[in-house]
């Protein structure tokens, strides 16, 4: 057993909050000091849970926390289980970080308007084998190009009916994408697909069986988790996708019980330890994960009907703030915000609320990734005064980055959202900071690169083959991968 123990506290900022537990066995009964804002944790119990892959004993942590941050809150330090999912990037020196900086504005400024207002947008796309876009520059007049180019989104989000009946034809589409982007000028779309595991599986007739988040948790140690979601991680890079819309972070209520079941892990130790299992083996493996859906939800579908969550403040922090705010140390890539409504602590949709995506997710829990809005053509919204162009408005005043869609244009609410920016500056700087944010993603999902020209950073496109390897170079990755994923299936599941 280790003396001590130096992590990474879940603020996200390394530099300005970490943290020394002290370890000792049996486990210390004093107050420990956090550094370096004086916060003050208490042990209040601790259990052993035996992790039979590596053959070790993992102890499970419950401590009192008193912090400015988040003024109480319990949360679960899982020695030997959280402890390797923990990010600890180092920021990049400033001179870099300034130089790329300048790089991104230059890109964007170097695109046509359409193409920037393009990527803030998540919408399903046409088609299975090749692709085509469904509206033109004509939608969005405000670009001033006419209607002589095709306009694409800044995300393209498949649904099981996207997918060939294989992962070659699956991949030769995803390749279709990329092509008809270089073909017309255009910055292709990262790929996105909800791959949760158990009735939210859109891979299942093509990748590895992936269980529910439920069977997961009851059947697989946090270790087995991540070679799991590795495995499937791996063959959805192969195939060609850049984002899962997944893990579904949420605990287990009697609340949200009915509609989340099996695709919850269920409690909050085990909603902390597999999410951060989860985000790590797929942001490892070249899939930008995304938590979902914050801060939570009820027992109503959001595609029928606004969520309302009735609990008092303090019992909104204690089951639905602290499972995101301790997950936030695995650095997931984005957020999914949700339409629910808290009323104790803010009246608005979660997803259309400056006090939930600035106040709570970007300030106090402290997430510097994308901030993805749930579809904004849910009855949840449509059904309650928030139609799409007002909810799109909203969304991004609150703080949001990517607007998802169901349906497959976009042009007219990207028109709307331009209109607006013209009348109101500080809108503008805001669908400016979103277009920013999209550009940094592609950047770290290898769609887009720097590159020193003459003595100046530059961004320029990578192509598919450079990415993620040519089409038989994928091919094996994703057959050695899915053998792998099949191989561990059968060992935990049956």
């Known amino acids: 057993m280790?003396?001590?123990?130096?992590?990474?506290?879940?603020?996200?900022?390394?530099?300005?909050?970490?943290?020394?537990?002290?370890?000792?066995?049996?486990?210390?009964?004093?107050?420990?000091?956090?550094?370096?804002?004086?916060?003050f944790i208490k042990l209040i119990s601790w259990s052993v849970w035996k992790d039979s892959l590596n053959k070790r004993v993992v102890f499970i942590y419950t401590v009192e926390m008193e912090s400015p941050t988040l003024k109480k809150a319990v949360c679960f330090f899982i020695y030997a289980a959280i402890l390797p999912f923990m990010s600890a990037s180092a920021s990049p020196k400033t001179e870099a970080r300034t130089a790329e900086t300048r790089a991104i504005e230059e890109y964007l400024d170097s695109?046509?308007?359409?193409?920037?207002?393009?990527?803030?947008?998540?919408?399903?796309?046409?088609?299975?084998?090749?692709?085509?876009?469904?509206?033109?520059?004509?939608?969005i007049p405000h670009s001033k190009e006419g209607s002589s180019h095709p306009l694409v989104p800044?995300?393209?989000?498949?649904?099981?009916?996207?997918?060939?009946?294989?992962?070659?034809?699956?991949?030769?589409?995803?390749?279709?994408?990329a092509r008809y982007c270089r073909e017309n000028k255009i910055l292709r779309p990262y790929l996105a697909v909800d791959q949760e595991g158990g009735a939210v599986n859109r891979l299942r007739d093509i990748t590895s069986y992936l269980s529910s988040n439920a069977k997961v948790?009851?059947?697989?140690?946090?270790t087995e988790a991540y070679e799991l979601y590795?495995?499937?991680?791996?063959?959805?890079?192969?195939?060609?996708?850049?984002?899962?819309?997944?893990?579904?972070?949420?605990?287990?209520?009697?609340?949200?019980?009915?509609?989340?079941?099996?695709?919850?892990?269920?409690?909050?130790?085990?909603?902390?330890?597999?999410?951060?299992?989860?985000?790590?083996?797929?942001?490892?493996?070249?899939?930008?994960?995304?938590?979902?859906?914050?801060?939570?939800?009820t027992d109503t579908d959001p595609h029928t009907g606004l969520p309302e969550i009735k609990a008092g403040k303090e019992q909104a922090e204690t089951d639905f703030l602290e499972?995101?705010?301790?997950?936030m140390a695995s650095s997931p890539d984005a957020v999914l915000m949700s339409h629910?409504?808290?009323?104790?602590?803010?009246?608005?949709?979660?997803?259309?609320?400056?006090e939930w995506v600035n106040g709570i997710l970007c300030g106090r829990l402290g997430f510097k990734g994308i901030v993805i809005s749930d579809d904004i053509f849910m009855g949840a919204l449509a059904e309650n005064g928030y139609n799409p162009d007002r909810a799109a408005v909203m969304a991004i005043e609150a703080g949001v980055h990517v607007i998802m869609l169901s349906e497959k244009t976009f042009g007219p609410v990207a028109e709307k959202l331009l209109e607006y920016a013209e009348k109101h500056p500080e809108f503008a700087l805001k669908l400016r900071a979103a277009e920013k944010k999209v550009i940094e993603?592609?950047?770290k999902c290898g769609i887009l690169k720097f590159r020193e020209e003459n003595g100046k950073t530059v961004i320029v496109e990578e192509g598919t083959d450079e990415q993620i390897g040519t089409l038989q170079e994928r091919k094996s990755a994703f057959a050695e991968a899915k053998k792998r994923g099949d191989e561990i299936y059968r060992r935990l599941f049956r």
């Open 154 to 177: 800044g995300g393209a989000l498949f649904f099981s009916y996207n997918l060939g009946d294989s992962a070659e034809s699956t991949m030769k589409f995803t390749e279709s994408i």
């Open 323 to 327: 499972p995101f705010f301790f997950i």
């Open 2 to 39: 280790l003396n001590s123990v130096t992590c990474n506290h879940v603020q996200h900022d390394i530099a300005s909050f970490s943290m020394t537990i002290l370890i000792s066995h049996p486990p210390p009964h004093d107050t420990t000091t956090f550094s370096p804002d004086t916060t």
């Open 340 to 354: 629910a409504r808290i009323p104790s602590i803010h009246s608005e949709p979660a997803c259309l609320s400056s």
């Open 441 to 443: 993603l592609k950047i």
């Open 111 to 139: 695109l046509p308007e359409s193409q920037r207002i393009a990527q803030i947008f998540l919408v399903n796309i046409q088609g299975n084998s090749s692709y085509f876009a469904v509206e033109n520059t004509g939608t």
């Open 217 to 222: 948790a009851e059947k697989a140690s946090p």
């Open 230 to 297: 590795a495995e499937q991680a791996k063959q959805m890079r192969a195939l060609g996708f850049d984002m899962n819309l997944a893990p579904v972070a949420e605990c287990l209520t009697e609340e949200n019980a009915p509609l989340l079941g099996l695709r919850s892990y269920g409690g909050k130790p085990e909603t902390i330890v597999y999410s951060m299992a989860a985000v790590k083996a797929y942001q490892d493996n070249g899939i930008s994960a995304v938590l979902k859906h914050f801060p939570g939800n």
